[in-house]
């Protein structure tokens, strides 16, 4: 099937600091890809859809000015949690639509803000 | 009314036995329906996608649809030890969003 990988896998920072993590769909072309995040014991919450070559859509209670996307490229889209707090902590997934009606997930990035 | 709901778990089940995961949705616009496996630390990795009404088999997990009812179900036969994990089921409604359930944790006790 087709594959998305995630960097990091797990990243931990100081309170205030900015964290990038990236996606990548690495054998197929993805003009959208989602944006998860997930903590414990609950179930994925779909935060913005990264467009490639334009504006992200947030989803309603998302901050875009806190979670910064952008879609350079076809196969990497990136998230930027700017000014990290400890509440930010959480497992953040991507995932692409291979041009088919399923998503894939990356592995996903663990961050822990301290 | 939540989206998408799923019975609430956790469910156990010896190993063999079937394990019976229910969901229902609220849209009845919508078209698309996914289960998902999720486990502990883990992203989710689809298990079966289901459109149309009826059954939907792969190996030893069937998928049940019945969009009158808005109910989706996944039947597990022969349940291993392995298949504890979450199982998320996600729908993708009339307005193009994919929308994941709570999920319901299953435990299969050797």
């Known amino acids: 099937g087709a594959v998305v990988s995630q960097h990091p896998s797990r990243v931990i920072c100081k309170s205030g600091t900015s964290v990038k993590i990236e996606c990548r769909s690495l054998d197929f072309q993805a003009t959208t890809m989602f944006w998860y995040r997930q903590f414990p014991k609950q179930s994925l919450m779909l935060m913005a859809t990264?467009?490639?070559?334009?504006?992200?859509?947030?989803e309603q209670g998302v901050e875009k000015d806190k979670f910064l996307i952008n879609h350079a490229s076809l196969t990497l889209s990136t998230l930027t949690v700017t000014s990290a707090h400890p509440e930010d902590s959480s497992f953040y997934i991507c995932?692409?639509?291979?041009?088919?009606?399923?998503?894939?997930f990356g592995p996903g990035t663990r961050l822990t803000v301290l | 009314q939540k989206e998408v709901e799923q019975n609430s778990g956790p469910l156990s089940v010896p190993e063999g036995a079937i394990a019976s995961l229910n969901c229902t949705y609220s849209d009845r616009g919508s078209q698309s329906f996914f289960w998902y496996r999720q486990y502990s630390g883990k992203s989710p990795e689809l298990i079966m996608s289901?459109?149309?009404?009826g059954d939907k088999e792969d190996g030893r997990f069937t998928a049940q649809l019945n969009k009158a009812s808005q109910y989706v179900s996944l039947l597990i036969r022969d349940s291993q030890p392995s298949d504890s994990a979450t199982y998320l089921c996600a729908v993708r409604t009339s307005y193009d969003k994919v929308i994941f359930g709570p999920g319901t944790s299953l435990s299969v006790i050797p």
């Open positions: 990264s467009n490639e070559g334009s504006k992200a859509t947030y």
């Open positions: 289901i459109y149309s009404n």
């Open positions: 995932s692409a639509p291979p041009g088919s009606d399923t998503q894939y």
